[in-house]
């Protein structure tokens, strides 16, 4: 890693928010419900997290050879949006740790998601207020989505920082993997999966060469 680290980068759902396994129920009972039977949703855990609603419609279309109409990202908004305020969290000690971190470091949010949701997200489990929004960062404001270093690298020039002088901390591969394009350091994060053990596997296969598993944890990691 590098000698100092004076931005740091979270990505916001299944890192910040707890919100993975909801966002997983939800696509596979759209699914289900278009006649694609084999999803669960650890398979849609599996192959869609992190990745941008856009994208993943790229993926079911050529995974099924047919097209899905894109009336479907909207359909899925929708349905987050109907039980959001009951199911979405606060990943534990998030809080705390942004708190800790922004006393002395920049921050910022770098996200795949659609910036309404990205945004009420952070609403919704108190996290908000240790955000500018002009310092949410989201996939509408690049060329490419994650897994593309686009985002981050955006990121690091909108907060005046060089990409060799931040770290990210991302849950899924598809963000790892952006980081790692960036030329950044990255933190692999998983304390909200289902299966830690086989998800650090995954983070470190996409070039996390370290990964946590509670937000307590990324002061050790911060070079200052």
């Keep these: 890693m590098n000698d100092k680290h004076d931005l740091i980068i979270f990505d916001c759902d299944g890192t910040l928010v707890d919100s993975e396994n909801l966002y997983a129920s939800v696509t596979a009972e759209l699914l289900n419900n278009l006649g694609f039977a084999e999803y669960t949703a650890a398979l849609c855990m599996e192959l869609f997290a992190g990745h941008s609603w856009t994208t993943i419609v790229d993926m ?6 047919t097209t899905i109409s894109r009336d479907i990202i909207q359909r899925h908004a929708d349905k987050i949006n109907l039980r959001k305020s ?18 002395d470091h920049k921050i910022c949010v770098g996200s795949n998601g659609e910036r309404s949701n990205v945004i009420h997200s952070l609403e919704l489990t108190g996290l908000i207020h240790h955000f500018t929004e002009s310092f949410i960062f989201t996939k509408i404001q690049v060329k490419n989505p994650k897994p593309a270093p686009d985002l981050f690298l955006f990121a690091c020039e909108q907060m005046k920082i060089g990409p060799q002088n931040a770290l990210v901390i991302e849950d899924s591969p598809t963000g790892v993997n952006a980081a790692v394009a960036a030329g950044i350091d990255v933190l692999g994060f998983v304390g909200t999966s289902h299966d830690q053990k086989n998800q650090t596997q995954i983070l470190r296969d996409a070039g996390a060469k370290i ?14």
Excluded at 60 to 65: K, P, V
Excluded at 211 to 224: A, F, K
């Design 211 to 224: 990964v946590i598993d509670n937000l307590i944890h990324i002061p050790d990691h911060i070079r200052r």
């Design 86 to 103: 009951d199911e979405l969290m606060a990943v534990p000690n998030a809080d705390n740790i942004i708190t800790l971190i922004k006393a």
């Design 60 to 65: 079911l279309s050529a995974r099924h050879g």
